[in-house]
């Protein structure tokens, strides 16, 4: 297939489900669009990508070369959470609280269902480890950090095989002094473990909502760090002139390297993405309030829309563990759901963070 020359200016969308992985390439001065659809390959979907991407150069569809733009949205974070297949994780936290991510809220799954129990936490009661410090309330040092139990600490997260680890202490959205000098010791001591620090994840109040989302960003690390390192090293071999955009699931774009330090924002960046299409399209058609569904091998996408303005309830839960990060809302399709009894997942916090 041959290309006018002077199309030189390609904008790439490329977006990973659990089973395919969908190509939209778009020329902007001759206004040339190119479509294309590969099987996803799980084990790790920038093989997909590159082998996609390949395919459009190869054939003549799109010179990679002139590429200057792609945008990534992924549901690999998303069926990762559905089907429990993160990393093994471990989790420090201030002495007297591990148990907080398995108190939780008194808030029951099913409000009339007595025997409807939580799901089991990411992190087993085993790996989550707690450290003597306190900081208090309006960030003032109540109890210092114990330094001396950082050794010890250590050991116990490498004799567990923890791919990642999850710091969260009390109150760190106010003074993360504490929570940086154990990230400080743990990626000096560990550096093939993946470190997520509350006070960078989530800082804000609300303990148990800010460990839930931060053991979400933990569990899903090993899962899209490789991913997106062979990623980035491969799309700049094919294109080393494009700009790569990961989409978020509040709808915009991050860079790689943010990504990989923040995966639980690519949580559902896929149907953000599309949900952001669909507005356009809405515009285009003068219509100002619809509902979207996207059907996917894993799980189903929902989004409403109204006034060209998607609606996000405040607060949300998945299948796994509470989280507050902006997305929209997702459920397991069938062969999913019927791997999740009873499970469901709805939508999360403000969007545009």
Not at 5 to 21: L, N, P, Q, R, S
Not at 330 to 342: C, T
Request: hydrophobic share 40%.
């Amino acid at each position: 297939m041959e290309m006018d020359e002077a199309a030189t200016d390609w904008v790439v969308g490329v977006d990973v489900g659990g089973t395919f992985t969908d190509f939209y390439a778009f020329e902007r001065s001759s206004k040339t669009i190119r479509v294309h659809k590969t099987p996803s390959t799980p084990d790790n979907p920038a093989k997909a990508i590159i082998a996609g991407l390949e395919h459009l150069g190869q054939s003549g569809a799109v010179p990679l070369e002139a590429v200057t733009r792609l945008a990534h949205g992924t549901t690999v974070a998303t069926n990762a959470l559905i089907q429990r297949k993160g990393g093994t994780v471990a989790v420090v936290t201030t002495r007297g609280f591990r148990d907080l991510l398995e108190i939780g809220r008194q808030v029951r799954p099913r409000m009339y269902d007595l025997k409807a129990d939580y799901p089991p936490p990411l992190a087993k009661r085993e790996h989550r480890f707690e450290i003597t410090e306190r900081i208090g309330a309006a960030g003032e040092v109540v109890t210092p950090l114990d330094e001396s139990e950082i050794d010890a600490l250590v050991e116990q997260i490498r004799d567990i095989g923890a791919q990642a680890c999850a710091v969260c202490l009390l109150f760190a959205y106010a003074n993360a002094e504490h929570e940086q000098r154990i990230g400080e010791i743990l990626r000096a001591r560990l550096p093939d473990v993946a470190i997520s620090l509350s006070s960078e994840v989530q800082p804000e109040f609300r303990e148990f909502e800010r460990f839930s989302t931060t053991l979400l960003n933990t569990y899903l690390q090993p899962v899209l760090n490789s991913y997106m390192s062979h990623l980035e090293s491969e799309l700049a071999r094919l294109s080393p002139d494009a700009h790569v955009g990961i989409n978020q699931s509040s709808g915009g774009l991050m860079s790689i390297e943010r990504a990989r330090s923040f995966p639980i924002r690519t949580a559902l960046s896929g149907p953000a993405a599309g949900a952001m299409g669909a507005i356009h399209v809405a515009e285009l058609a003068d219509r100002p309030d619809i509902i979207t569904l996207d059907m996917g091998g894993t799980s189903a996408d929902v989004a409403l829309i109204a006034i060209m303005k998607p609606i996000c309830p405040s607060s949300g839960t998945w299948p796994v563990s509470p989280c507050d990060c902006p997305w929209w809302t997702s459920i397991p399709s069938a062969p999913a759901a019927a791997r999740l009894p009873g499970s469901t997942a709805t939508a999360c916090s403000r969007s545009g963070r």
